[in-house]
């Protein structure tokens, strides 16, 4: 029977020495089912710690990261902003994204991104180190504990589902059926709520875990076989071929390898070292207009036809009336700069580069809005893309560094940069600064 079946008869002694058969049934040790199935001397309640420990910090930090970009949409301004409209309460936290610090999203999108990718390792080991647990029987003994395991199948699961579908969008090879934002969000709250859950439970031990093994300063012996409540313990453990910490170090180096493969793709200087990452290795050109680019104008589109000077003209509307400006029209405009990067929310971005233009807040008192501008609407040439259209906050508009750039590090725009013209707003994430601007409409969304 053995091999084959997953169970073996147990034959119990029974008070006064009989034998009987069929109580008592233990899984075989062929099967996962069984503690004997696990047989790697790693795996211990201080692993578990060690691990539970980086997570519970870096998580936490991906968990607010992530709310933010969802906050830097400023999603509550106009459904074109908005991908994820049925949110209700779970949008209960989202404030008026401010444009200081300049570099805001580059910070808290390239960490988020980075951040994920680096703790790809510790996630997964953490998973190995209690998959036992996943396999104890009974699979609930009481209410209490089939809740816990219910949160753990949501930890497990809202925490593989949040780093694939993360993966899979900054590699840009997006697969999942469904649109990734409200996928992301709402599993993001339910990887969080099991993680909280789950924290609170098993946070005091895990301390408890790591105290112990500083008292003992050597290498941490777990309990012996038998007495070790957490079922983490192989009871019949393989010969030991890497101690625990030459373990914790293989996947703090895996780590550092994911780190210092993606986290280049947020510097010039060290694009070249983000080997993984779509927009890192090098940049696209050489020149003014040699820095990162997302979409390109054929990509998106653009027609060389309908941006050449005669054609092209801006449409401006406001509570004063309506105005079309051409590009000459617009440089005749009082120009200003500002250094401000690109800061894409796949978490690559650029360092700052000198963007000239015409100030945001000049084109709205062009049609009546002197004084406070209002928010704007901003519409490109675009013919697709979920961000052809995006709105603009009235503290965007007003910043003095928001502009509708026409030319940038001293030569105009080129085409994949957005020419005739684009919209540069300090801190806020790439697919709001619409390129290859056709119109904009300040006043109330
Ligand atoms: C390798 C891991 C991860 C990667 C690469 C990743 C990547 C991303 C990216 C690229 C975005 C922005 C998408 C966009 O606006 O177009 C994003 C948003 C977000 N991420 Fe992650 N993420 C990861 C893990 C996580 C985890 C573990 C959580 C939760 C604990 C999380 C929570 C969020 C939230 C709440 C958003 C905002 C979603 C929205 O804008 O609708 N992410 N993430």
């Known amino acids: ?28 040790r062929f099967s996962p089912f069984s503690p004997r199935f696990w047989r790697s001397p790693l795996r211990g309640p201080w692993l578990t710690s060690v691990l539970g420990v980086v997570l519970l910090v870096g998580i936490t930090v991906l968990f607010v990261t992530g709310l933010l970009s969802y906050a830097a949409y400023n999603p509550g301004l106009s459904p074109v902003n908005d991908k994820t409209p ?7 936290y989202l404030f008026a994204w401010p444009t200081h610090p300049h570099w805001l999203y580059r910070l808290t999108q390239g960490v988020h991104v980075t ?17 036992p647990r996943l396999f104890t029987l009974p699979p609930a003994r009481s209410l209490a504990h089939a809740l816990e395991r219910l949160s753990l199948l949501l930890l497990v699961g809202g925490g593989l589902f949040e780093f694939v579908t993360g993966v899979l969008n900054v590699q840009l090879d997006y697969v999942f059926p469904g649109s990734f934002y409200p996928l992301h969000f709402y599993g993001a709250w339910i990887f969080f709520a099991a993680f909280v859950a789950h924290a609170v439970l098993k946070t005091p031990a895990a301390l408890r875990n790591l105290r112990r ?7 941490p012996a777990e309990v012996a076989e038998g007495a070790e409540p957490t079922g983490l313990t192989a009871p019949d453990p393989d010969p030991a071929t890497v101690s625990r910490r030459g373990a914790l170090g293989l996947v703090g180096g895996g780590s550092l390898l994911l780190f210092a493969t993606t986290a280049g793709q947020s510097s010039d200087a060290l694009r070249w070292t983000a080997l993984f990452a779509p927009h890192g290795r090098r940049d696209p050109g050489t020149g003014p207009g040699g820095f990162q680019i997302n979409k390109t104008a054929a990509y998106a589109g653009i027609r060389p036809a309908e941006t050449g000077e005669d054609a092209w003209r801006l449409v401006v509307r406001g509570r004063g009336g309506t105005v079309r400006l051409s590009r000459a029209e617009l440089l005749d405009l009082p120009l200003h700069s500002a250094a401000l990067p690109i800061a894409c929310v796949e978490g690559w971005s650029t360092s700052d580069q000198w963007w000239r233009g015409v100030r945001l807040r000049d084109l709205a008192a062009l049609v009546g809005h002197d004084g406070d501008p209002p928010d704007v609407l901003v519409e490109s040439l675009q013919r697709h893309g979920a961000f052809r259209r995006a709105a603009l906050r009235a503290n965007q508009v007003a910043d003095p560094r928001s502009l509708l750039a026409l030319s940038v590090n001293g030569e105009d725009l080129t085409p994949d940069h957005g020419h005739p013209a684009r919209i540069i707003v300090p801190a806020a994430p790439g697919v709001l600064n619409t390129k290859w601007v056709a119109e904009l409409t300040f006043g109330d969304l």
Do not use: C
Not at 3 to 22: D, I
């Open 1 to 28: 029977m053995r091999g084959r079946q997953s169970f073996v008869m147990v034959r119990r002694p029974l008070p006064g020495g009989a034998r009987t058969y069929g109580r008592g049934m233990e899984p075989s």
């Open 86 to 92: 049925d949110k209700g309460v779970l949008g209960f």
């Open 213 to 219: 093994m500083r008292e003992e300063r050597a290498e």
């Open 115 to 131: 951040l994920g990718i680096t703790l790809i390792p510790v996630l997964l080991a953490k998973l190995w180190s209690v998959v």
